[in-house]
């Protein structure tokens, strides 16, 4: 499966614990993104990268969430100090631009996170 | 504000009929809108984009400025398309504001 990879599937977890999830994205493209699903809603978009920087931060990403991109290739998202609240699904998708209005956004399988 | 209104969460069709699901959008901008669909244990995959006026699977959607609106819709539902459907409007750079999704289910 050459489509973007999301590593763990499942993370149980204890409140107050950090957490760490990997993305890594489709190899030849150069945008990265997290985004976070809760139930009954839809994606709600976290971050966005081209290439290792990070060009934009969701007010919803509190002091608490860490995102790097440290060589352009995949990502890390840490959660610190995790609440009960911050379960959720957390995506990731990858794109390369292919004009100013035509990205396409691959998802992947995403980040099943629980908060006990 | 920006904001993507779905406001069915389940619809419910018989195969062979017809399916709209609405999608109402509140933006000050250009409008880009999306439809991503998400299939039982598969990822959420783009459908089709307004920009691109495609018809994908049989699917088609038409952005209507007037009534803010990007209603997707086919004349004969399949059971394969039962899935749940996104409407989602740019916002920014690879920046999506998603709706809060339909449910499709399309029976026999």
């Known amino acids: 499966d050459t489509g973007v990879s999301q590593d763990p599937r499942h993370k149980i977890t204890k409140r107050g614990q950090n957490v760490t999830f990997r993305c890594d994205p489709i190899?030849?493209?150069?945008?990265l993104y997290w985004y976070r699903q809760t139930l009954g809603q839809g994606p709600e978009f976290l971050t966005y990268?081209?290439?290792?920087?990070?060009?934009?931060k969701s007010r919803l990403l509190s002091d608490r969430f860490s995102a790097e991109r440290p060589k352009g290739s995949f990502s890390t998202l840490e959660i610190q100090r995790t609440e009960q609240g911050d379960s959720a699904m957390y995506l990731c998708?990858?794109?390369?631009?292919?004009?100013?209005?035509?990205?396409?956004?691959?998802f992947g399988s995403g980040t099943q996170l629980s908060v006990l | 504000a920006q904001r993507v209104t779905q406001p069915e969460k389940l619809l419910s069709v018989f195969k062979g009929a017809p399916v709209e699901l609405k999608c109402n959008y509140s933006y000050s901008g250009s409008p880009e809108l999306f439809w991503y669909v998400q299939y039982s244990r598969q990822r959420l995959q783009l459908l089709l984009r307004?920009?691109s006026r495609e018809s994908i699977k049989g699917f088609t959607a038409d952005l209507n400025k007037g009534e803010t609106s990007f209603h997707l819709k086919k004349p004969f539902a399949q059971e394969e398309d039962s899935a749940m459907y996104y409407c989602a409007l740019k916002v920014g750079w690879g920046k999506l504001q998603f709706g809060a999704g339909t449910q499709v289910v399309v029976t026999p």
């Open positions: 307004h920009i």
């Open positions: 990268f081209q290439n290792e920087a990070q060009l934009e």
């Open positions: 998708a990858s794109s390369a631009p292919t004009g100013a209005w035509t990205e396409k956004l691959f």
């Open positions: 190899s030849e493209h150069n945008r």
